[in-house]
DNA sequence: TTGTAGGCGTTATCAA
DNA sequence: TTGATAACGCCTACAA
């Protein structure tokens, strides 16, 4: 591969000529500039990033840490995430933590030792003082892990307050609430209290039921509903804590010859774009996921450029009303 | 952040020694190493891997390059490749395509510069040449492009075959297969062809519907089983050329109020997890995905290693019988 | 407007 | 067994 030197040479010039025509710095003749120009193209010469990065100190990496991109959730996420990234200039180091706190804490070492710009968290095992160390610029989703770190979520509560009050308001008498474990610090678990809260204003009779781990684990769903069902025989309104969870509740209920939305009626989370075909005419609360990918992307940029960021980004859910309930 | 320098200087040993230590290059006594070790320790040190890269011209970066990670059987795949290439020491720079002819090839320049290791295609929208003049390491999905270009693919021919023979086998008299687009250089249009062959062979009537480009179009889907149904009433087994493809047939079916399997058999390809939840029970073809990521992870390695490969790697299929046919 | 020299943090090559 | 010294390819003072 040719480097600066090659084209100096070619275009009858020093390196730093050349380096500065590719940073576009100081005066430059057109005359000079076409001439440099005309030799990369000859020469089909790339500035070496790795050489960029290291004279600079930046790397023009983002690194990003989730559960399981599998999960067509963090998948969207992901891919909204890449191309905004992509379109500001940086990279993006794919890291699947699986929930699991050693690897977690692996990959962060990894994307420090990479001197990534930046991390963006959509999975957060670790203790608080493991985040606060690492003096990088970070943000979260859905963790408030402590005020100098942002963190991007939906607005967890009021989904939560829309989609129990839209049960309620059609006339379901017995709900159920599920989920994924309500840790403290996991801000998803305000879905969880909005829903208590809410039937407990409202005066209507409510459980609720959740994973152990946060894992996406197939088979726990499953039972779950069937647990909830066997429990409790007269449940006519679900709020799932995804759309994933609000498809396995669908298909229980079809298993078990439960009509929707006349039986059981059942609202999701999300916003997936695979629910027109997991679930069609769902009924949800939708986030706005490509504006929390994008946010998260500008916040790590801000970060970069020593920016000033807020602490939290909350941002608006819509409820969405298909055919569910 | 620390660097072997200041390590160097805390041992009270040059910074070669230090490097030393960090690659385990020649003979160090046991005292040194420790001496050196507890050094790194007490200041949190680790290596830079950028000036690592570049010395070494080695970035152990894998560059990935897929039309768009939020479909599920890519988002897998990407999935499964990243894990691989992390237990191999490789990091994985994620980049989508969307099968975009312009974004590939910056992407593929973009990787370039940054000095990955080698490149795993999962699109490829461009001309042969742009891929054999790049003098990387590459391996393909599903593509062969030139004789020196490993590609990874699953047995289309034979899994066309198995669910063309599956249907008719049931009892099928009139079948049909939908697909993406059949480019004469992507391999899935063996799926294609195996169908045509075996109906042809069997003496089953048949006919076929493509979409126009392979992008994920969800619309096209339902517009193309809305088509089908309309000129050929009388369908009664439909070998979808994917998962997704095959749950929009199921969707239309049921909503035609036509029962599966009594009235329409179908038959999906992929083996996609979510497949579970989208069309329980769906009968399909099912890819090895974690081999195929695992391989193609491997391939690029062995490359990078100086190794032989060969031309082509085609995994085999499985037929898995459910429910709907 | 252009060039020289030194540095980014590491590894490789020689000597000692 | 250990240590200078020169790369790796680029960028940024400082000089001219």
Redesign the interface.
């Given at each position: 591969m040719p480097t600066i030197k090659d084209v100096a040479l070619r275009a009858g010039v020093s390196a730093t000529t050349v380096s500065r025509v590719l940073n576009n710095r100081g005066y430059l003749s057109e005359e000079l500039k076409k001439r440099v120009h005309s030799a990369m193209d000859e020469l089909n010469y790339?500035?070496?990033?790795?050489?960029r990065?290291?004279s600079r100190s930046k790397?023009n990496?983002i690194g990003l840490i989730i559960p399981?991109?599998?999960h067509?959730f963090f998948?969207?996420l992901?891919?909204h995430i890449?191309?905004h990234a992509?379109l500001q200039g940086y990279?993006?180091?794919?890291?699947?933590s699986q929930h699991d706190k050693t690897k977690e804490l692996e990959y962060i070492?990894?994307l420090?030792?990479?001197?990534v710009d930046g991390i963006i968290m959509g999975s957060h095992t670790l203790e608080v003082d493991a985040y606060r160390q690492m003096s990088l610029p970070l943000v979260t989703f859905d963790r408030r892990i402590s005020a100098e770190i942002p963190y991007v979520c939906s607005d967890n509560y009021g989904g939560g307050v829309l989609a129990t009050s839209l049960l309620i308001n059609k006339g379901c008498t017995r709900i159920a609430h599920i989920g994924g474990h309500p840790e403290l610090h996991i801000l998803s678990r305000l879905r969880y209290e909005a829903f208590r809260d809410t039937a407990g204003k409202m005066n209507t009779w409510h459980t609720s039921l959740h994973t152990d781990n946060d894992s996406f684990d197939?088979e726990a769903y499953e039972r779950l509903l069937d647990q909830l069902f066997r429990e409790h025989p007269g449940i006519d309104g679900i709020f799932a804590g995804s759309d994933?969870i609000a498809?396995?509740a669908l298909?229980t209920c079809r298993e078990r010859g439960l009509n929707v939305p006349e039986d059981v009626r059942i609202v999701g989370y999300d916003g997936i774009?695979?629910r027109?075909?997991?679930a069609?005419q769902l009924s949800t609360i939708r986030q706005p996921v490509e504006e929390m990918g994008k946010l998260a992307v500008d916040l790590i940029i801000r970060q970069v450029d020593g920016g000033a960021v807020a602490a939290e980004y909350i941002l608006p859910v819509e409820l969405e009303e298909g055919a569910t309930t």
């Open positions: 790339r500035p070496n990033e790795l050489a990065s290291l790397s990496i399981h991109v599998s067509p998948a969207e992901t891919s890449e191309e992509y990279k993006l180091l794919l890291c699947n070492d990894m420090r030792a990479s001197r197939e994933i498809a396995y298909k774009a695979l027109k075909l997991l069609p």
